[in-house]
């Protein structure tokens, strides 16, 4: 099982990604599961312009940046885990330009069968901090692609840092593992 795993966080090391961490652990406790891990902070995605060129004349995305090589790890990967930081009520800039790019993949061949993994973390008091609206759109935006829901999972890291919730963590790791039964 291919798993690509978009970490949105601009943070490397903090909330998202130890969170992300957990649950590939619980997932790689599977021999035959394979993680590649794309930190999207660093790289050049550039924001999708709406030229259509990718459901026109090409078949694949005009702009020439980092994002061209990520189109096939997409299309070969079964899992697809989104891990974000809630900003303002959705996920962060890098992660939304991330998704907007992945509209130049055919909606047909690009996405049915696969399977996603939402993971967030987020200061704010429950419920409202943007978590339950960002299931809501993803859980829309999964069944349009034809992708079917294997976990979605928030944290709140308003008062204690995800590396010092052991509770957090350990929930991260089950559900991790269940992807793999
Ligand atoms: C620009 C910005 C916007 C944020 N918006 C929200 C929000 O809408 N709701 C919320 O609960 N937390 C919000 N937060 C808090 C982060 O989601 C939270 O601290 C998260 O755990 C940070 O993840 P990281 O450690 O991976 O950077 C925001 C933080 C920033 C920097």
Not at 75 to 82: I, R
Not at 116 to 145: H, R, W
Not at 153 to 166: F, R, S
Request: hydrophobic letters at 35%.
């Amino acid at each position: 099982m291919k798993i690509l795993s978009i970490q949105g966080s601009p943070r490397k090391n903090k909330n998202t990604s130890a969170l992300l961490s957990e649950y590939l652990r619980g997932a790689q406790q599977n021999a035959d599961v394979y993680n590649e891990t794309v930190y999207l902070q660093p790289m050049d995605i550039k924001p999708c312009t709406g030229c259509d060129a990718c459901k026109t004349t090409l078949d694949t995305c005009i702009i020439e940046d980092e994002m061209l090589p990520l189109y096939d790890k997409v299309k070969t990967a079964d899992v697809l885990v989104f891990a974000t930081p809630i900003y303002w009520w959705h996920m962060s800039a890098q992660l939304k330009t991330f998704l907007d790019r992945m509209y130049a993949l055919d909606f047909e061949t690009g996405f049915p069968g696969k399977r996603f993994v939402l993971l967030m973390t987020y200061g704010g008091e429950d419920p409202n901090t943007g978590a339950q609206i960002l299931e809501k759109s993803m859980q829309e935006i999964m069944e349009y692609l034809q992708m079917q829901i294997a976990c979605i999972y928030g944290v709140c890291t308003g008062t204690t840092p995800m590396k010092d919730n052991p509770k957090a963590l350990d929930k991260a790791y089950e559900l991790g593992k269940q992807l793999s039964l």
